[in-house]
């Protein structure tokens, strides 16, 4: 992986990000504070709901207003809190300082204009490039991400691409004016495995190549274990664990960190060899709980098998449980006791 600058690039602090609806107030991202530094990849997980892509969306002010507003907290870009700028400034950082690569191509992608078009667009607008400058770099860029016959391919239409390579346009999109922070939202959901996989090696290679900062968002903790370097783990609109990508993995120290953990299918190959029966996968019991209306104390205590009365009483606070591994669990001791 390339060299992580101790330098922040992007500091979140305290973001509150809040949604008006019938049911009532919906606090979508509660306090969430992170960093992301230069080179690095952050990958950001937990289950649908938890408030990932509305992190997302909040650090390029794309939150849809109404019914959604950012209440609270600052976005630090290379120190200048992204939430006292006009929308003329935003427009110029979108896409070319923060790109971000959305769930799903084909409803990212303008399915009347070919793949050279929507490419040359944000080149023109961000870079200044002439038509013809502009159209050489797309060919470059979709050569950069490994889609055959550049030269032809830039003149075709989204419908006539592969989810798959449907996908590394977004990519290319997304890198084309140098960001310094890249976004990836759900970058591989919609694909197959082996597709999957393709993509996720291409995005770590250029993540190498170009030092891209990346904030990585998933629920395939798989996914956070082959790319990222630091992960957040978020629930119910919180950051409740955080931690380099093998502390994580080698001693969570928050329950549902472990649950998520526990419950990655694994491959038993010799036990089912010598004909012994496979061990059931293991489940997170309950269900997220509904954001309008969240339990007093931490909001995973219904779910916890490891859950006090000071837990349903008390909300836990982020907290160092080591070097560089904080944690939001009253328990935490326990925890970090028994992964040792």
Not at 16 to 28: D, I, K, M, N, S
Not at 246 to 254: G, V
Not at 292 to 321: D, H, K, W
Request: neutral net charge; charged residues 20%; proline residues 6%.
């Amino acid at each position: 992986m390339s060299d992580i600058s101790a330098a922040p690039i992007l500091e979140v602090e305290n973001l509150r990000t809040h949604f008006t609806t019938r049911a009532g107030l919906v606090p979508a991202v509660d306090g969430v504070s992170c960093t992301l530094r230069r080179g690095e990849v952050l990958g950001v997980v937990g289950e649908s709901g938890c408030g990932k892509s509305v992190t997302a969306l909040s650090i390029l002010r794309l939150i849809p207003d109404p019914p959604g507003r950012i209440v609270g907290g600052e976005i630090r870009f290379r120190g200048t809190n992204l939430l006292d700028l006009t929308e003329e400034q935003m427009r110029s950082i979108r896409g070319n300082e923060i790109s971000m690569i959305f769930q799903e191509p084909m409803t990212s992608l303008h399915p009347i204009m070919t793949i050279g078009s929507q490419l040359t667009e944000t080149l023109m607008l961000h870079r200044g490039l002439s038509a013809s400058g502009a159209w050489d770099r797309a060919v470059e860029m979709l050569r950069l991400v490994r889609i055959p016959e550049p030269e032809r391919r830039v003149s075709e239409y989204p419908h006539q691409m592969s989810g798959g390579m449907r996908q590394r346009v977004m990519i290319a999109m997304a890198l084309s004016c140098d960001p310094k922070i890249l976004i990836a939202d759900e970058p591989t959901t919609a694909l197959d495995v082996t597709i999957q996989a393709q993509i996720l090696t291409l995005m770590r290679e250029l993540q190498e190549k170009l030092g891209t900062a990346t904030m990585l968002i998933t629920h395939d903790m798989g996914v956070v274990a082959e790319t990222a370097h630091r992960v957040a783990v978020m629930y119910a609109g919180k950051i409740v664990e955080e931690a380099s990508v093998q502390d994580l993995f080698a001693a969570p120290c928050h329950p549902y960190t472990r649950g998520l953990l526990a419950s990655i299918p694994r491959l038993e190959a010799s036990s089912v060899a010598a004909g012994a029966e496979r061990a059931r996968l293991k489940e997170i019991p309950g269900l997220v709980p509904s954001l309008v209306n969240l339990p007093r104390g931490c909001a995973f205590a219904p779910r916890c098998t490891y859950a006090s009365e000071r837990c349903r009483r008390e909300q836990p606070v982020l907290e160092a449980i080591r070097p560089d591994h904080r944690t939001a669990c009253w328990e935490a001791s326990q925890l970090a006791t028994e992964a040792a």
